[in-house]
């Protein structure tokens, strides 16, 4: 299996202000995917992170809300802008290596409130 | 667009007793399935998967899951309950012919909570 270090693991936040969440993997990964689940609701896909250009976004996932980078095949970063509280969420960060792997890995998540 | 439901937010059995979790599916081709588990504070774990072949899988844990595909069904079940099987489960379907992203482009069921009594 793959290691998934995700950082913060939880952080509130005022309003209006931006956090960048860190998802470092412990090997080579071919793919990389970011995913939303709201209080009480199930996980919801954001976007596929791709080396070395955009990002790719699922309906009603915008860029300039959720700006990633994937600068590596072992690091990606999510960027939740001019969080309102509605922003709340638990942010997971999920990985696949193709070929190696028939499942995706998660790691334990960023609790974000936005206060 | 596939979707995923899990009729049963929470669900609540005795230790020892058995476990049926329900799953139904929409896809129009072949759903590679999944179910996950996510105990607090902790990552999504995988249980099991579906990909083809034997409808009946076999998982860790002591879980199985029969795929149905006349009843576009995916239920998860488990014959004797511990108290460490506390926890939240999700049924996952990945879109069957995205090729390898099937495996990480997943569309979750709404989950459910699974209590066990002592």
């Known amino acids: 299996s793959a290691v998934i270090s995700q950082k913060p693991s939880r952080d509130i936040c005022q309003r209006g202000t931006s956090l960048t969440i860190q998802c470092q993997v412990d090997s080579q990964v071919t793919m990389m995917f970011w995913y939303r689940q709201q209080p009480g609701q199930s996980l919801t896909l954001i976007a596929t992170a791709n080396q070395g250009s955009e990002a790719t976004y699922e309906s009603g996932f915008v860029i300039d809300k959720f700006p990633i980078s994937r600068p590596n095949l072992t690091f990606s970063t999510l960027t939740v802008s001019n969080m309102s509280p509605e922003d709340s969420s638990i942010y997971l960060c999920s990985v696949l290596r193709l070929r190696l792997n028939t499942e995706a890995f998660f790691g334990q998540g960023t609790r974000l409130t936005v206060v | 667009a596939q979707s995923v439901t899990q009729p049963d937010i929470h669900i609540t059995v005795s230790e020892g007793a058995s476990l049926e979790l329900r799953c139904n599916y929409s896809y129009g081709a072949t759903p590679y399935l999944f179910w996950y588990v996510q105990s607090p504070g902790q990552g999504l774990q995988l249980l099991l998967k579906?990909?083809?072949?034997?409808?009946l899988v076999q998982g860790i844990k002591g879980f199985e899951a029969e795929f149905k595909r006349s009843q576009s069904s995916f239920n998860l079940r488990k014959p004797s309950v511990h108290w460490s099987d506390a926890a939240e489960y999700f049924c996952a379907v990945g879109a069957g012919n995205a090729g390898g992203t099937s495996y990480g482009k997943l569309t979750f069921g709404q989950g459910t909570i699974l209590t066990v009594h002592p």
């Open positions: 579906y990909f083809s072949g034997d409808t």
